[in-house]
Each structure stands twice: as C-alpha cells, then as structure tokens.
C-alpha cells in the first residue's frame, strides 16, 4: 500500500470509502510480491496493481463487491491444469489476494495505519486474512511504541491471541520485513492454519534501519560490508577527512567528515530504536562527547571498540560527564561477542552477532547447548495455504 498511500490518505481524508486488494501470498512465479495492492474507491476509481494486469478485471470486481456490501474476502487466482487458456496468471503462479473494504473512521487501526504509511512513521499493519468469522478483516496498527486498533469477536477481545500478535508484528517491523504469521486462538504460533487458528497478514512501512560506523579504520570497512549485507543503511564518520573517503568506504551509503559528536546532534530526527552505533575510533577525544550524547538517546545498540583498559578509562570519563550507571549500562564494550576474532572480517561478524543477539534476545549460546525455542522472535513468514479458495480464470 506505501505505493498508492497518498491516493488512499486522500480517500480516506475526503470521507470517500474505498476497498483494498493486498497480495498477501505467492507460490510459483507471480508477477508481483506480498505486500502489492490495488484500490478502487466506491466511485470506481482505481490505483495500483496487484499481478501487472492478468487478473487485475476480476480483482477490480472483487473490490467493487467488497465496497458495496461491506465484507472482507480471500480469494486465490491461479490456472487450471484442465483447460490452459482458463488462467488466472499467465506466468503460471498462485496469488492469494485479501480485499478489505475501508469506511473512513469505521476502524481506528487502519485509519491510524493508512496515516503512519502517509506521513512516513514505521508501522506495521496486521490485518486478520483466515479465521472466526468475526474476527477476518480486523486491524492493529502496531509503532514501535503503542498500537491502534483492537482484534474482537463481538463484544469481547481475545486478550492473549492480541498480544502475541502485537508482539510478533513489533518483532516484524523491527525486522522491516512482511509475511504471513498463524496463531492458535490462545496466541500460540502454529506450523500450519486450520481450524482454530487465526491466520494474519503484517505489513511493515519502515525505512532501511541506519549504522552509524564512527571511525574511518580498517575495522569499520568490514563493518560497513557486514551492515549493508544485514540490511541497514550505513554512514561513516570521521573528522580526518584523509581516512574519510568514498574510495576507503565504496559500500557505504554515506561518508561523512565531521566530528562524530557533531553529526550525531544533526541526525536527531533520523534515528530511532533500530538505529545502531558502532564506535570504532577508540579515541578520547572522539569517544567521550559523542558517548556522552549516544547513551541517552533511544537507539538500538550502541557498541564502542577498545581493550578493557581503554573502556575503564572511557568510562570513568563518561561518569565523570553525568553518565548514570543506567546510561552505562548501555554500552557494549569492548564490542561484539567473544569469538576469539582477530581480523577486521572475524571482528565484523562478532560486532554484527551482538547486534543481532542484542536486537532478538538471544543467548549468546550455542543452539546445542540447549533444546528450548530456536528463534527468540516468531517473525518468519509461514508457508503458503494448501487449499485455494477459488481459481479464477483470466
């Protein structure tokens, strides 16, 4: 939906109702991803496009039907191995297609999700696709702070099943990533949908999350290659403008020349709890102002290079400069796990392992050394549904 938020936000801004079409499952080859939508406001006007044109007529319709009775619709669109020229994509895919009509202000957590996707705030939107019938087209809109909207079977709310979906779509969005998810009706995450489950959509709305590499080393290279391969947007930042170059640092988005205290006051407004800090200089006088400012900031990791007697020092500095001992605690170092890393690589993968075991809760253990849950955060996509609900021809 982020590309037709402006014409949805304005729909929705002018009181008009309109339903939207999500692709919300893909097996085979299919001409667009999870996450692709059309819309068609009760006036017939539509934006977007959900498979590039060979099923879009009966999508439109399925829209259409959705605005003038108001229910929500699953609906597959595949081909028929009895008739080839009866197919719904000519590339030979499955899509599952979610319509869901929208009555502005009938919904508080797709009014407030369709108003985070517009003004740019990461949100992720859960919207019920398979379960109870009351409960299918229900909307959470989930920030990194609080939600919106509510899961509910009449009167009631289904307490636990809500809070385990808030807490896997947060654990989405912090991921930035979008996908299918079953829970049984107590909230527990299940393998397979079936009877007594609830089967969601989550789409996250978020920027690439940053890494601010301080420290233009040979450290922060490998650093720089790791966080892009992660996902992240990376900067470095060095005062030398010798060392701080895009010759030294081709991989990353940015290279900036400042000192790294200074850039950090410049960049308030673009960061957030995914955000993550790598201080590599080992420096005082680098390290302590810009420490000083990034341990009371709402960032995600905040890791600093240097022996054990250099953190000692730097932090008895930091104290001295007002730091709490709750402020401290933030900080990781020396940074990254102890794999026994020598080279800047080795290094890369022990800083890149904390911030993942930092962001997700893990153990730090190895996964043999205990049989409890795999994954700290059920954030992985399930598989697509074995039983289509329909195969529509082209």
Not at 67 to 84: I, N, Q
Not at 249 to 276: C, K, M, N
Request: proline share 6%; glycine share 12%; net charge negative.
């Amino acid at each position: 939906m982020q590309d037709i938020a402006e014409q949805l936000q304005a729909w929705h801004a002018s009181g008009r109702s309109f339903a939207v079409a999500t692709v919300v499952g893909v097996s085979g080859s299919a001409p667009r991803d999870p996450g692709a939508a059309l819309a068609v406001d009760a006036a017939g006007e539509a934006v977007g496009s959900v498979s590039g044109g060979c099923v879009e007529g009966a999508v439109y319709e399925l829209c259409q039907a959705a605005v003038e009775t108001g229910e929500p619709v699953l609906e597959r669109f595949g081909y028929s191995d009895e008739d080839a020229f009866a197919v719904g994509l000519t590339c030979g895919g499955i899509l599952d297609v979610f319509v869901q009509p929208v009555v502005p202000g009938a919904d508080p957590g797709m009014d407030a999700g369709l108003a985070h996707i517009a003004d740019g705030t990461p949100v992720a939107l859960a919207r019920v696709i398979a379960g109870p019938a009351g409960m299918i087209g229900a909307t959470i809109a989930v920030t990194a702070t609080g939600q919106h909207g509510a899961l509910s079977v009449g009167p009631s709310t289904v307490g636990a099943l809500e809070r385990s979906l808030v807490a896997e779509a947060r654990a989405m969005l912090d991921a930035g990533s979008t996908g299918r998810i079953v829970l049984a009706l107590d909230g527990r995450p299940c393998d397979e949908h079936g009877q007594g489950t609830v089967t969601c959509f989550v789409e996250s709305y978020v920027p690439a999350p940053r890494m601010l590499v301080f420290g233009a080393i040979d450290f922060a290279a490998a650093v720089v290659r790791i966080g892009k391969f992660l996902g992240y947007h990376v900067t470095v930042c060095d005062a030398r403008p010798v060392f701080a170059t895009t010759r030294r640092f081709p991989e990353a988005d940015e290279v900036v020349v400042d000192w790294p205290h200074r850039y950090l006051d410049s960049q308030l407004g673009r960061i957030d709890g995914r955000t993550v800090l790598c201080v590599l200089t080992h420096d005082a006088k680098f390290d302590v102002p810009l420490l000083e400012r990034a341990l009371r900031l709402p960032v995600g990791y905040v890791g600093a290079m240097g022996s054990r007697r250099t953190h000692r020092d730097r932090q008895a500095k930091l104290r001295d400069a007002g730091l709490t001992d709750a402020e401290l605690a933030r900080l990781r170092s020396p940074i990254g796990l102890d794999l026994g890393s020598r080279t800047p690589e080795e290094t890369a993968v022990s800083v890149a392992a904390e911030i993942i075991a930092h962001r997700r809760g893990g153990s730090c253990l190895p996964l043999s050394a205990g049989d409890g849950p795999i994954h700290h955060d059920a954030a992985a996509p399930v598989a697509e549904p074995r039983a289509a609900r329909r195969t529509h021809a082209a």
